[in-house]
Structures are given as structure tokens and as C-alpha cells.
């Protein structure tokens, strides 16, 4: 009898796992460029293809020409500028690097708070990515 009921736990708890391993394997093989391919999750290669940069009329057109450029022209700056606030010691307030500048402590985009963005403030932002 007992090995009964442990053999009905363990197949319980087999039922439990099955949707977080299927959920994890799915993320490796969505992000295994990023996981293993040694790409990243990134649009900057939109930078690219824009005036100021030379060869711009005829550079190639972004790998991914869906993701769109706010991530570099707005997001990474301002995550890099709550990066070196923090580092420094201070709280990162106010940008001044669009228009005539804005909160930056309080932004969406940049989230100096919150959990995941964290990674790029503590390793190098680059590879963080």
C-alpha cells in the first residue's frame, strides 16, 4: 500500500513539473541565439543604418528590420546614464539628454529599480544584455 500511494506522488508531482520544464525548454529554444549563439536581445544594429553614421545609404538593412530604435535611442542611453548615477553614488533624477530634459528616476523606460535591470548595473552593461 505504501508504495502505492508513493508511486501516486511522484507521479503527482511529475504532472506538477511538466509545465515548467515545457515552459523552460521553450525559452531555450526561443532565445537560444541569445542563450548560446552569442548574439544579443538588442535593435542596435538599426543605429546603423541612419545619418550621422558613414556608409549609412548603403548599409544593410537591420537583422530583425521589426524590432524598431527606441531601445537604442531611448532605452540603453537612459539605462546607462541610471547606471552611472548609481554607480557614483547619486540617484539618477532627471535626464537631460531629450528635450528639455525629464524624470528619470520615475521613468518607465529606464526602471532604475526595478529587479531585472539590475543586472546591467552590477556586470558590464554590454554583455548584460
Not at 37 to 52: C, I, Q, T, Y
Not at 76 to 81: M, S
Amino acid at each position: 500500500m505504501m508504495r502505492l500511494e508513493a508511486r501516486v506522488r511522484g507521479g503527482r508531482a511529475a504532472a506538477r513539473a511538466l509545465p515548467t520544464v515545457l515552459f523552460l525548454l521553450l525559452a531555450l529554444v526561443l532565445f537560444a541565439p541569445a542563450v548560446v549563439g552569442g548574439k544579443v536581445l538588442s535593435a542596435n544594429d538599426e543605429l546603423l543604418v541612419h545619418p550621422p553614421y558613414p556608409g549609412w545609404e548603403t548599409a544593410p538593412l537591420p537583422s530583425n528590420p521589426l524590432l524598431s530604435a527606441d531601445p537604442s535611442y531611448v532605452f540603453q542611453p537612459d539605462q546607462l546614464q541610471a547606471r552611472e548615477a548609481l554607480r557614483s553614488g547619486r540617484l539618477p533624477v532627471w535626464t537631460a539628454g531629450i528635450g528639455a530634459g525629464r524624470p528619470l528616476l520615475a521613468a518607465q523606460q529606464s526602471a532604475p529599480f526595478f529587479p531585472v535591470n539590475w543586472i546591467g548595473d552590477v556586470f558590464p552593461y554590454w554583455e548584460s544584455l
